[in-house]
T-cell receptor
Framework: GAVVSQHPSWVICKSGTSVKIECRSL??????MFWYRQFPKQSLMLMAT?????????EQGVEKDKFLINHASLTLSTLTVTSAHPEDSSFYIC?????????????FGSGTRLTVV | GENVEQHPSTLSVQEGDSAVIKCTYS??????FPWYKQELGKGPQLIID?????GEKKDQRIAVTLNKTAKHFSLHITETQPEDSAVYFC????????????FGKGTSLLVTP
């Protein structure tokens, strides 16, 4: 089946530093990657949508200069949280769509727990 | 944009009973409706999905129904087991929104032995 590998699974960083989260589609080509943020006991909120080779489309209220998304290849997308602050602490999850799954299918990564201290 | 409402927010049932979770959506262009199970600290796992051209789908103890006219869809779990305890999310997507999934707020299901 389709697998999306997300790393790291958790990270603790100091306020003001940057953190990169990677998502790789292991056995299919992810033409579209979605990035979500989930606060404790809340739902998944879409942050941005990226298509391979194109600039990401950000949802209203999401700072594109703070959350840098790169989708340079069909198997890798990265989310970089720049100048992280404690309020950026959250659970970040990627989701990929593509290949034979392009017809409605989505595969989620296992998530990254970011804690900014 | 799409707005997905999910009820109830919490649900407690006894082992062996059935559980029903309901969702409504606002965008008539939505055509794909998946249900996800999320355990603590993990990403969501697809448990069942339904497309707009189908009214009902069943997979063993799990079933989903869709009423396009009323814009609502429901998850039915029969013969619940303690390991069914988790948070369940419904979602909807449409091509006119780039196929992004819009999620409901989730239902915390507790199955007591």
């Amino acid at each position: 089946g389709a697998v999306v590998s997300q790393h790291p699974s958790w990270v603790i960083c100091k306020s003001g530093t940057s953190v990169k989260i990677e998502c790789r589609s292991l056995d299919f080509q992810a033409t579209t990657m979605f990035w979500y943020r989930q606060f404790p006991k809340q739902s998944l909120m879409l942050m941005a949508t990226s298509n391979e080779g194109s600039k990401a489309t950000y949802e209203q209220g999401v700072e594109k200069d703070k959350f840098l998304i790169n989708h340079a290849s069909l198997t890798l997308s990265t989310l970089t949280v720049t100048s992280a602050h404690p309020e950026d602490s959250s659970f970040y999850i990627c989701s990929a769509r593509g290949g034979r799954l392009a017809n409605y299918g989505y595969t989620f990564g296992s998530g990254t727990r970011l804690t900014v201290v | 944009g799409e707005n997905v409402e999910q009820h109830p927010s919490t649900l407690s049932v006894q082992e062996g009973d059935s559980a029903v979770i309901k969702c409504t959506y606002s965008d008539s262009a939505s055509n794909y409706f998946p249900w996800y199970k999320q355990e603590l600290g993990k990403g969501p796992q697809l448990i069942i999905d339904i497309r707009s051209n189908v009214g009902e789908k069943k997979d063993q103890r799990i079933a989903v129904t869709l009423n396009k006219t009323a814009k609502h869809f429901s998850l039915h779990i029969t013969e619940t087991q303690p390991e069914d305890s988790a948070v369940y999310f419904c979602a909807a997507s449409a091509s006119n929104s780039g196929y992004a999934l819009n999620f409901g707020k989730g239902t915390s299901l507790l199955v007591t032995p």
